[in-house]
């Protein structure tokens, strides 16, 4: 396949993706809504309100950065999950697997698909949090280039359970019993400084608090951790994970007898 | 040149069964070539093999001399290939022209690019109508011929087909064989799955027989075919006419719509339903008494 020819396969699987998660957007996109607006009800509104602001911001302002990457998060990891996964149980992955595309432009383009999906949702999920306070913008490109790479690393995961799992348990057993505690204990709702040194210790083997934190340097300017630090981390579990992948698939591991 | 060299192919699943032995198979390019096996005899994974879908344990398979153990190879290797498979594979969500012309963007060719492919092959198929239909709307023959679309959308050298006509109707099936023969005689190289002999003698110039993972015959198939003495053929009929007039065959009545015929290699069914539909009978269906694949097996087996 020559360059332009990848780049159609690699565009037909984007949009294969993309029209999947917007067909059925009341299950893809609008869940992430409802369930980030309650936390902004609760949390911020009804229980914030009663909490001094931390680093000069208030309670409200400061959860906002982690709750859209708590939605970029998990939408882009369910998106390449369940797409995937879905396609290995209809079989219908056997179309990409006979086909002359190459393992990095299937990657590419379920990884995309998860990042667009993951994207989207974080969009709506701030519009959302402009109802409830009026966050601010210190450095726009970090805001932009946390959420790309957060997306892409999740989706990357997303995609490695997607190659293990045999069922539809399988599929959430990752997400319910790692990945959502993790993203709870990642700062989402409060500043790990505002923990005892022995859990801020701890706290720090989280790889989740890097991504949030340096999310949450785009918004106010001010980060628990250091915010290259998170980067390399970041592309670090991304590069793991991309090897990961790219070698599972060419073994076929999952997918093929 | 060869479509498919398969040379010592072995495949050991990881439960421990050794679905294929050391087979060696030359498909010639330009050739409709069937496979013919019961079922679990080797014929799903051996194909398998050749469109990448299973791993193989040892051996080695070049398709148009493209070595599959090579991954630049095996790349321009799939693009000529065009695979049925024996189970509906596709996405039963999408619109039928969305599943064609995905699996044309797979292969690198744009949409606007594969649409006059895919309205022709849509349009030959009779699925023309049901193009914005998604696909679980469709029927099993519409299905079954909605995968024969999507295997061909990037007009591969080596079409191969696997049992495409199990559970067809068999007005769906001789509109299959029809486009099949024609898409042999523009230079498509076929390679057909089947366990029916009926499929195979309609199309197939060459067969190989495999039994469980060894290939035990392979030969032009009218010459397999002569292995067979004689026939027992069930005809049924609408109404029951007196058989007194049939010259040269030995008819027995079953019952007041079945007749049975016995057939030597010199004797054809057809000279027979000539004679049958002259006494005024309307046949509505023939089929083999025996299984003629396993009677087949039983012949050579016993050589």
Known sequence: ???????IAYLTIVRKEVTRFMRIWVQTLLPSAITQTLYFVIFGKFIGSQIRDIQGISYMSFIVPGLVMMAVMNNAYTNVVSSFFGSK?????????????????????????????????GVIVFAVSVFFTHPVIAHGGVIILFVIMTAVAFSLGGFLNAIFAKNFDDVSIFQTFLLTPLIYLGGVFYSVHSLPIFWQKISQLNPLLYMINGFRFGFYGFSDVNILISLLILLGFSIVLSVVNLHLLRKGTGLKN | ???????????????????????????????????????????TTLIGI?????????GKVHVFNYDLDNEEDKIKAKKTIGIVPQEFNFNIFEKVQDIILTQAGYFGIEWKKAFPQAEMLLKKLGLWEKRNSTARTLSGGMKRRLLIARALIHQPQLLILDEPTAGVDVELRHGMWEYLRELNHNGTTILLTTHYLEEVEQMCRQAAIIKNGEIIHNDKVKHLVQFLEEEIYVVTVKEMRPLDKIKHFNPTIIDDKTIEVELSKKETLNDFIMQLSATGTIVTDIHPKEHRLEKLFLTLLKQ
């Open chain 1, 1 to 7: 396949m020559n360059t332009k020819e990848q780049m």
């Open chain 2, 1 to 43: 040149m060869n479509a498919i060299t398969i040379r010592n192919l072995t495949k050991i699943y990881a439960n421990g069964t050794k679905a294929l032995k050391n087979v060696d198979l030359a498909v010639a390019e330009g050739d409709f070539f069937a496979l013919l096996g019961a079922n679990g005899a080797g014929k």
């Open chain 2, 50 to 58: 050749v469109t990448s879908l299973v791993n193989k344990t040892s």
């Open chain 1, 89 to 121: 149980f209809q079989r219908n992955v056997e179309e990409l697997l006979v086909s002359p595309t190459p393992n990095w432009v299937i990657l590419a383009g379920y990884v995309t698909g998860g990042v667009l999906r993951g994207i989207v949702v």
